[in-house]
Antibody
Framework: EVQLLESGGGLVQPGGSLRLSCAAS????????MSWVRQAPGKGLEWVSA????????YHADSVKGRFTISRDNSKNTLYLQMNSLRVEDTAIYYC??????????????WGQGILVTVSS | EIVLTQSPGTLSLSPGERATLSCRAS???????LAWYQHKPGQAPRLLIY???RRAIGIPDRFSGSGSGTDFTLTISRLEPEDFAVYYCQQYGSSRAFGQGTRLEVK
């Protein structure tokens, strides 16, 4: 059974930093691209960042480019999202999502339960 | 950049009725790389359909997807109580954009 467990969320002040983690199990982690997708309060799903199975290529939405960095440790079956210079508008539930392949094109086979990040003073 | 527009924004139906949800792309992305997800409050989103019409593992056959080019449809043939949720389409070829969602609510 595929399991994706996010951690590291919480309350942070504007301009602060936070690192999210996603512990994966139940599948061959290195064979799957991974992404972070978020949902702001009252809004829809927004893709944030993606990384290929091997970790060699990363992609970020324009809204987070230069502030967020996605990475992975395939030896630990863990996905990360380093979030710097956080803004109030980054407040959202952040989901870890498993891609159906190591690289594009892929849909999201499985999702974690999500972790709340609140940016507020 | 491809923009996906879902309609209607909210759909009010009763259990047992048929639901038809639309997803229109701003340009023809020349493939069937279109997925549908179901999302309930407090839960992880769930993959329903990929490749425009292929049901994901474990998805009941009352869910079906169709379409090509710029117009795609998710149909739920007979609504069950557990089907009331928000539904998103996503183009996963050249972009990873989601539509804004359709809320399916009990009438």
């Amino acid at each position: 059974e595929v399991q994706l467990l996010e951690s590291g969320g919480g309350l942070v002040q504007p301009g602060g930093s936070l690192r999210l983690s996603c512990a994966a199990s139940g599948f061959t982690f290195s064979s799957c691209a991974m992404s972070w997708v978020r949902q702001a309060p009252g809004k829809g799903l927004e893709w944030v960042s993606a990384i290929t199975g091997g970790g060699g290529d990363t992609y970020h939405a324009d809204s987070v480019k230069g502030r967020f960095t996605i990475s992975r440790d395939n030896s630990k079956n863990t996905l990360y999202l380093q979030m710097n210079s956080l803004r109030v508008e980054d407040t959202a539930i952040y989901y870890c999502a498993q891609g159906s392949a190591a690289a594009r094109p892929y849909y999201f086979d499985h999702w974690g339960q999500g972790i709340l990040v609140t940016v507020s003073s | 950049e491809i923009v996906l527009t879902q309609s209607p924004g909210t759909l009010s139906l009763s259990p047992g009725e048929r639901a038809t949800l639309s997803c229109r792309a701003s340009q023809n992305f020349g493939s069937d790389y279109l997925a549908w997800y179901q999302h309930k409050p407090g839960q992880a989103p769930r993959l329903l359909i990929y490749g425009a019409s292929r049901r994901a593992i474990g998805i009941p056959d009352r869910f079906s997807g169709s379409g090509s080019g710029t117009d795609f449809t998710l149909t739920i043939s007979r609504l069950e109580p557990e089907d009331f949720a928000v539904y998103y389409c996503q183009q996963y070829g050249s972009s990873r954009a989601f539509g804004q969602g359709t809320r399916l609510e009990v009438k």
